[in-house]
Nanobody, 115 residues
Framework: QVQLVESGGGLVQPGGSLRLSCAASGFSFSKYSMYWYRQSPGKERELVALIFSTGSITKYADSVKGRFTISRDNAKSTVYLQMNSLKPEDTAVYYC????????WGQGTQVTVSA
């Protein structure tokens, strides 16, 4: 069955960096676009970044452009989110997502940016 497992979250000071990973299994990873979403308490889940199947096209939310980078390793069936210059407003649970016939979400990983 399809599984998406995020890792790499944690507590970081403002201006710091984290790299999130999402390990995928149960489907042909290299054929599908992959997405990172986030959700803060009291807010709707929002799209952070996406990457097409070959990695040739990426898109970002305006709030993270120039600070976050999405990438993928199709040989490892893993998608990454490199987050630099983190701000307190980046604090959220980050989710990996893909649509393979239907929607699939990971369990989420908490990112907290605080001094």
């Amino acid at each position: 069955q399809v599984q998406l497992v995020e890792s790499g979250g944690g507590l970081v000071q403002p201006g710091g960096s984290l790299r999130l990973s999402c390990a995928a299994s149960g489907f042909s990873f290299s054929k599908y676009s992959m997405y990172w979403y986030r959700q803060s308490p009291g807010k709707e889940r929002e799209l952070v970044a996406l990457i097409f199947s070959t990695g040739s096209i990426t898109k970002y939310a305006d709030s993270v452009k120039g600070r976050f980078t999405i990438s993928r390793d199709n040989a490892k069936s893993t998608v990454y989110l490199q987050m630099n210059s983190l701000k307190p407003e980046d604090t959220a649970v980050y989710y990996c997502y893909s649509r393979i016939v239907r929607d699939y979400w990971g369990q989420g990983t908490q990112v907290t940016v605080s001094a």
